[in-house]
Nanobody, 123 residues
Framework: VQLQASGGGLVQAGGSLRLSCAASARVLSRYYLGWFRQAPGKEREFAAAISWSGGNTYYAGSVKGRFAISRDNAKNTMYLQMNSLKPEDRAVYYC?????????????????WGKGTQVTVSS
C-alpha cells in the first residue's frame, strides 16, 4: 500500500491550495481515504474523509465549509481543496487509508499512512 501526499507550500491567509494524494490501485479499490494534519507541538487531528465511491464526505468542524475532499479513482488520486486558509491551518498534512472507522476521525481508524506535505499560512 502506497500513499504519497503533495501540493503543500506557503500561502497567505485567505488563499487557497490543493493537496493531492497518489495512492496505489489496491488502496483505491477497497478503502475510505482521509486527510489528517499535525500542527507544531500538537497532536495529529482529523480534517476530512471520503467514502470509496466518493459519494459521502466527512469533515472536521474546523474545516467544514472551507475545505473540500474528492477522489478520482481512475487516476488513483485523492484531493483536498483548501480555501480561505487561516494561519491556524498551518500543519503537516497526511493522507490516510482505512475502512469506515476512519470517518470518525480517530487515529485508530487509520490502517495506512502516507508521508506528509507541509502547509504554511502566513498572516
Amino acid at each position: 500500500v502506497q500513499l504519497q501526499a503533495s501540493g503543500g507550500g506557503l500561502v497567505q491567509a485567505g488563499g487557497s491550495l490543493r493537496l493531492s494524494c497518489a495512492a496505489s490501485a489496491r488502496v483505491l479499490s477497497r478503502y475510505y481515504l482521509g486527510w489528517f494534519r499535525q500542527a507544531p507541538g500538537k497532536e495529529r487531528e482529523f480534517a476530512a474523509a471520503i467514502s470509496w465511491s466518493g459519494g459521502n464526505t466527512y469533515y472536521a468542524g474546523s474545516v467544514k465549509g472551507r475545505f473540500a475532499i474528492s477522489r478520482d479513482n481512475a487516476k488513483n488520486t485523492m484531493y483536498l481543496q483548501m480555501n480561505s486558509l487561516k494561519p491556524e491551518d498551518r500543519a503537516v498534512y497526511y493522507c490516510a487509508a482505512g475502512y469506515f472507522p476512519i470517518t470518525t476521525g480517530r487515529l485508530s481508524g487509520v490502517d495506512y499512512w502516507g508521508k506528509g506535505t507541509q502547509v504554511t499560512v502566513s498572516s
